[in-house]
T-cell receptor, first 113, second 113 residues
Framework: DGGITQSPKYLFRKEGQNVTLSCEQN?????MYWYRQDPGQGLRLIYY???????QKGDIAEGYSVSREKKESFPLTVTSAQKNPTAFYLC????????????FGPGTRLLVL | QKEVEQDPGPLSVPEGAIVSLNCTYS??????FMWYRQYSRKGPELLMY??SSGNKEDGRFTAQVDKSSKYISLFIRDSQPSDSATYLC?????????????WGLGTSLAVNP
């Protein structure tokens, strides 16, 4: 089955801790995206990558970092600099020439202890 | 003013009703118009995709785009309890940074049996 997987489903972060959210896709998509979803705020783009070893900041990149070493994988690290990390994090992918049709993973809910 | 405006609801209808969901936008460069459906605690899934103006029908769902009024709609006929979800509109332009998706906040829909 082709699709996007995210892990873990729930993640707990302690103060001052960096945590990494996993995103893997086997759709052979070039482009991958990370969004944050908060109640009443809709989807906000954190980072996106159109090709391996290249990525761009989205609208709310501060306090986050990413890497794209493999086409299939786009992990997101929430650093200690992100002061309000509690949110639902969604990873998506698309064919690069069709960014409108994005396929989403099931999401990771990050909570602060 | 936000680029995309969407009433968050909630909208509650009886089973079998016709549902109308709407978004307005301000950027005349938008050419791609999408509706995504998101069930509670899941990732969004693409429901309908329209390029430029006009109507598109898929089963019980019809998407309409009126570029002159900068207004898009999603109609659901014979609504079912399984249609209960949040519906997100998204749109983008043709090239470069305009291809980035701009999202509405989502409308929460409950279809009551």
């Amino acid at each position: 089955d082709g699709g996007i997987t995210q892990s873990p489903k729930y993640l707990f972060r302690k103060e001052g801790q960096n945590v990494t959210l996993s995103c893997e896709q086997n759709l052979n998509h070039d482009a991958m995206y990370w969004y944050r979803q908060d109640p009443g705020q809709g989807l906000r783009l954190i980072y996106y990558s159109q090709i391996v070893n290249d990525f761009q900041k989205g609208d709310i990149a501060e306090g986050y970092s990413v890497s794209r070493e493999k086409k299939e994988s786009f992990p997101l690290t929430v650093t200690s600099a992100q002061k309000n990390p509690t949110a639902f994090y969604l990873c998506a992918s698309s064919i690069d020439r069709e960014p409108e049709t994005q396929y989403f993973g099931p999401g990771t809910r990050l909570l602060v202890l | 003013q936000k680029e995309v405006e969407q009433d968050p609801g909630p909208l509650s209808v009886p089973e079998g009703a016709i549902v109308s969901l709407n978004c307005t936008y301000s950027n005349s460069a938008f050419q791609y118009f999408m509706w995504y459906r998101q069930y509670s605690r899941k990732g969004p899934e693409l429901l309908m995709y329209t390029y430029s103006s006009g109507n598109k029908e898929d089963g019980r769902f019809t998407a309409q785009v009126d570029k002159s009024s900068k207004y898009i709609s999603l109609f659901i006929r014979d609504s079912q309890p399984s249609d209960s979800a949040t519906y997100l509109c998204a749109m983008s332009g043709n090239a470069g940074n305009n291809r980035k998706l701009i999202w509405g906040l989502g409308t929460s829909l409950a279809v009551n049996p």
